[in-house]
């Protein structure tokens, strides 16, 4: 395998004091609007009709702000190994954990919004060592998207999915990987797309848990399971939808409240961890308040709530319609997604389909809410690619 290049450096993450007691203080002051007019009884999803409920608000800001340790993610964070490297003026922020295997498949991990790189921190070390001798492990990569993070903001447009997975290629080339696998979900799923559709002499093949069918597809043919499928994630985009609008089209609007107020960031958040989970009414029941607080603090002491949401400006709507992927491709479409695609659509963009699940449960964030499937479902997936890439 080449050596790696000099043009990227270690990194480690050390939030100042005054940083953290200024988001303490800000907790304490926060003005907090009256409760929602949506009074019904927990546990029960309608109680989220109009948003986050204020109840539920302030026990969360109560505990960020008395019992909550970003100390502890941040060793978490350096234990793993944390690096930068600039690309195209740009630094790139990514973990990056070598496997002691000599048999190790390089592979890149790409997450999406409002999700970060705390979606994989607790899956990386299972991944590249796996207990099980006889499981694939992989060197894993997982870069910070441009405006996350310790990632750099960029100060212009263009950074949209093409650009970025172009310097995923570049960045894991650096690394001593000219040819790797791919996951992604969410806007991590579609520069995945673009990777093996754009890039296929550096991509052994692709796992992920967002399809994008080419438009104008009919629902001749399809079950009545997918027909619901297809109904539901058109539901969502009509009436569920409107914070992609918001961020598509303003998101410097929306952004100073994101960075000035923990709050705001944190309602905005929350949000969607609560209705895009596999739960009925609490977001916590699969995954840990620490690990949505790592995620927000994350956001809120990089200041990145308005950089991030351009990633909306940049790519909303844009996936190339003639784009297709020829490569081994392994997807998985967990029940309660916020978009699931029926095989046949997806089919006439993944022209390779080697695997194809349908997990019983698990949601947007299965990494985070279903740790142990998650792991196993994407060994079993690039098991798949790897073996018909041979």
């Not at 603090?297 to 940049?314: F, N």
Request: net charge negative; aromatic share 10%.
């Amino acid at each position: 395998m080449p050596r790696p290049t000099s043009d990227v450096q270690t990194f480690r993450t050390r939030a100042d004091d005054a940083d953290l007691d200024d988001l303490r203080a800000r907790l304490a002051a926060a003005r907090l609007p009256e409760a929602e007019t949506v009074h019904r009884a927990a546990p029960g999803p309608r109680r989220w009709d109009q948003g986050v409920p204020l109840a539920d608000l302030v026990d969360v800001v109560d505990y960020w702000r008395t019992g909550y340790d970003w100390r502890s993610f941040e060793e978490r964070l350096n234990r793993v190994g944390q690096f930068r490297t600039a690309i195209d003026d740009l630094r790139i922020h990514f973990l990056h954990r070598r496997s002691a295997r000599a048999d190790a498949t390089p592979l890149i991990l790409t997450h999406g919004w409002p999700g970060s790189i705390v979606e994989f921190i607790d899956v990386v070390d299972e991944l590249a060592d796996p207990k099980d001798p006889d499981a694939p492990a992989f060197h894993v990569v997982a870069p910070s998207l441009p405006g996350f993070g310790y990632s750099d903001k960029p100060a212009t447009t263009g950074w949209g999915t093409e650009k970025i997975a172009a310097a995923w290629v570049e960045l894991m080339g650096r690394l001593g990987y000219s040819r790797f696998a791919a996951h992604g979900g969410d806007w991590g799923g579609n520069i995945t797309t673009v990777l093996g559709g754009r890039f296929p002499a550096h991509v052994l093949g692709i796992h992920s848990t967002f399809a994008q069918a080419p438009p104008g597809l009919t629902t001749d043919g399809l079950t009545s399971v997918e027909r619901r499928w297809t109904e539901e994630t058109r539901h969502f985009w009509l009436h569920r939808a409107a914070y992609a609008k918001q961020q598509a089209t303003r998101p410097q609007t929306i952004g100073y409240a994101l960075v000035d107020s923990p709050v705001g960031l944190l309602a905005w958040i929350l949000d969607k961890f609560a209705e895009w989970t596999d739960t009925e009414d609490n977001p916590f029941a699969s995954i840990s308040m620490d690990s949505v607080l790592d995620n927000v603090t994350l956001y809120w002491l990089t200041r990145t709530g308005a950089s991030a949401a351009r990633i909306y400006y940049e790519s909303h709507n844009s996936l190339d319609p003639e784009l297709r992927v020829d490569l081994p491709s392994a997807i998985t479409m967990y029940p309660r997604d916020i978009e699931k695609c029926p095989r046949p659509w997806a089919q006439e963009r993944y022209r390779n389909i080697v695997r194809w699940e349908e997990p019983e449960s698990g949601g947007h964030f299965p990494s985070l809410e279903v740790p142990e499937y998650f792991v196993k479902d994407l060994r079993a997936g690039l098991a798949a690619v790897l073996a018909a890439d041979r």
